[in-house]
């Protein structure tokens, strides 16, 4: 059967990757209280990482069975 | 609305992985279980994010969003009273019954523990509900694609369509449950950015509340009586929604239920309503919470134009908040839920139609590769019409109102059915069939004379719980007492059914993790500490 973290993590890799490029390419900022962030680098990073767990989890523990 | 290429780019590839899931399990759907039951190999960790998933739809995103714009923090009702203490029960105490008699379907159960009229009644009137929720999905889809990319509503409603019927017509309910834990983590990590944000610009939780209206930051400070924002008092909130709608839906509702039947044993079956629960607790942060900053930064808000009614908090949050690339992971986190809602609908219809209905009463004895073609036949018939009462809900001014009214109407008598079914055995076939018929014919009864103007409530929420409270009052009633005149099934019969005529249970040695229990006992503390805090 299909290991469901493979697709996620694959996903959240392409999306974060396509948001932090993006980010740099336009550094648009969203003020957050009294400074800024590049929302799309942040953002995408963190979803990036995320992605990152989840494949690496398909490597570390075969049985998803959880 | 500033769409660019890279937010529909982002869609796109959301839709190559979702018909990727379908395809990539086609060739394990081979007999008729692996399509509707996932082959009961699902691990609970899966199903779990599955059965919150599959509620995760257009009612919680958008409808509580709304919500909390409309009656702050009571709004949490929805969930630390109306969904976690019933979420646990079904664990706990239900789901032994349901995993344990290796039914198919909750009607299937009604079938074994009563008898067949009751059953069918239950089927027909579950296939009705799931096409007419299924609908509120795909009308909040084109509400929200005309507002921020201007699609036409049927472009939207019929695009939203075809790619929920590809996956789930590829892998059935494998396909449906694995999107769902996808779509769970893309409407976590879309949302999530946009409480804190909006929070930070307000300047803090403690200035929120110095804002906003009186009554919004107490769950139950104000609800002595009725005069509160959402106009109903403690007893109203208790009886009809904690109680009768809350268990009604939780614990009878085949929609989530379901997923549970997917997981391999019935330890992961317990857990997964009590691993939906821990996300569920935290889960007003990213609906209800954007709700009440709304309020404050988006001042039209509320206002009767259709681009800023309440319904539309979500979207317009997204639009002023988030960048090209974080609108394109916000509109994809929508399109998300909406997809996860409209398919939990369609896979359990689809269940239901071919084992309860078809295969029951109208071609019995077929091969099962018969079977599992109707069931993708059903998938398609489902979904058409779904797109028909999507348009029947534009009729209603509240999504919110609009379910509730369906919920009252079905699964409010029903949770007065298995209560009486599964935890006393004296109840009979004859009296759980005319207890369900009026408890839901008096639910309609209630709803006309409420909806001629006879009778009136403080508010249309108000209506529906109490609507629910006396549809179930009269099928328990009526179940009771006519229990008391009618045969009772022999207790052999009954066995592995009722409370008190099961075997003992094997006890399985498990880490304390994984030990339904302590789960619900953690969740439990944990929800009533909430409840506390904002009193």
Not at chain 2, 123 to 148: D, R
Not at chain 2, 359 to 382: C, E, F, M, V
Request: aromatic fraction near 16%; proline fraction near 5%; glycine fraction near 8%.
């Amino acid at each position: 059967m299909l290991d469901l973290r493979l697709p996620i993590g694959w996903l959240f890799i392409i999306f974060g990757t396509m948001l932090v490029i993006f980010g740099y390419a336009n550094p648009v900022v969203t003020p957050v209280g009294e400074s800024s962030i590049n929302l799309n680098i942040t953002w995408g990073s963190v979803m990036g990482l995320f992605g990152l767990i989840m494949c690496l989890l398909t490597k570390t523990n075969k049985d998803s069975t959880g | 609305m500033n769409i660019g290429v890279l937010d529909y780019s982002i869609i796109g590839i959301y839709f190559v992985f979702v018909l990727g899931i379908g395809y990539a399990l086609k060739k394990q759907m081979v007999h008729s279980e692996d399509f509707f039951l996932s082959g009961r190999s699902i691990p609970s960790w899966i199903t779990g994010l599955a059965f919150i998933s599959a509620n995760l739809g257009a009612i919680e995103v958008m409808g509580m969003a709304a919500n909390g714009a409309e009656y702050g923090i009571m709004t949490t009702h929805f969930y630390w009273v109306g969904a976690i203490p019933a979420m646990v029960f079904l664990a706990v105490f239900m789901m032994p019954f349901y995993y344990s008699s290796r039914i198919r379907s909750v009607p299937e159960y009604l079938k074994l523990r009563f008898n067949e009229p009751t059953r069918a009644f239950n089927a027909v009137s579950f296939a009705v509900m799931t096409v007419l929720m299924s609908g509120i999905n795909m009308y909040a889809m084109a509400l929200v694609f005309k507002l921020l990319l201007n699609w036409s509503m049927t472009a939207s409603i019929l695009v939203s369509a075809a790619v929920v019927l590809a996956y789930t017509i590829l892998g059935g309910l494998t396909s449906s449950i694995y999107n769902e834990v996808l779509q769970f983590f893309l409407v976590l990590f879309g949302l999530l950015p946009l409480p804190l944000i909006a929070l930070a610009n307000i300047g803090g939780w403690d200035t929120m509340m110095q804002k906003l209206p009186p009554g919004f930051g107490h769950m139950w400070a104000q609800t002595a009586t009725a005069n509160n924002p959402m106009g109903v008092d403690w007893i109203g909130i208790v009886s009809g929604l904690g109680f009768v709608l809350s268990f009604g839906y939780w614990c009878t509702d085949f929609l989530v239920i379901q997923r549970a039947f997917a997981a391999k044993n019935l330890n992961a079956a317990q857990r997964t309503p009590l691993i939906a629960a821990f996300p569920k607790v935290f889960f007003p942060a990213i609906t209800i919470l954007p709700g009440m900053l709304a309020l404050l930064v988006i001042p039209e808000l509320g206002s009767n134009t259709t681009n800023y009614s309440y319904n539309m908090t979500m979207p317009l949050l997204l639009s002023k908040y988030y960048p090209t690339g974080m609108l394109g992971i916000g509109l994809t986190a929508m399109m998300a839920s909406f997809m996860s809602g409209m398919a939990g609908n369609i896979t359990a219809f689809n269940t239901v139609w071919t084992y309860d209905i078809y295969q029951s009463y109208i071609a019995p004895n077929k091969s099962d590769d018969h079977y599992l073609w109707i069931g993708r036949a059903a998938t398609a018939i489902g979904i058409i019409v779904s797109v028909l009462t999507a348009y029947l809900v534009m009729g209603f001014p509240s999504i919110m109102d609009y379910m509730q009214m369906i919920f009252s109407f079905f699964n409010a008598p029903l949770f007065a059915t298995f209560l009486l079914g599964m935890f006393w055995k004296r109840a009979t076939p004859w009296a759980a069939f005319w207890g369900l018929v009026c408890g839901t014919f008096a639910a309609i009864i209630h709803w006309y004379i409420t909806y001629a103007g006879y009778h009136s409530y403080p508010s249309v929420m108000a209506g529906n719980f109490w609507r629910s409270t006396y549809a179930w009052l009269v099928c328990f009633v009526i179940t009771v007492v006519l229990s008391f005149f009618t045969k009772q099934k022999p207790l052999e019969e009954l066995k592995g059914l009722v409370w008190g005529l099961t075997d003992p249970a094997i006890v399985e040695v498990l880490p304390w993790y994984k030990k339904p229990k302590i789960l619900a006992a953690i969740v439990l503390v944990a929800t009533i500490a909430l409840n506390i805090v904002f009193w």
